[in-house]
């Protein structure tokens, strides 16, 4: 029944739906994550030396912990 559901709505077995809130926060993260990579790429070509390198991992860690910490789980339709 779920997959006659499904199908009658375009989706097929691969897709998911997840509600919007969720996916914000999940991009919202992955953001902040990409920024960071971005500010340690940048910071590391100006000077390299173990002070900066240490502190350029603590803030790529800072900022990747709550990304590899979220989860993104399937939203549940009722059918009745």
């Given at each position: ?52 390198v ?27």
């Amino acid at each position: 029944m779920a997959r006659k559901l499904a199908q009658s709505h375009g989706l097929d077995d691969n897709d998911v739906i997840v509600d919007r809130e969720s996916l914000e926060e999940l991009q919202g993260l992955l953001y902040c994550l990409q920024a960071a990579v971005e500010d340690v790429e940048r910071d590391l070509a100006a000077s390299s030396t173990a002070q900066d390198v240490s502190e350029a991992l603590a803030w790529l860690l800072e900022n990747a912990e709550p990304l590899a910490a979220g989860r993104l789980e399937p939203r549940m339709a009722k059918l009745l």
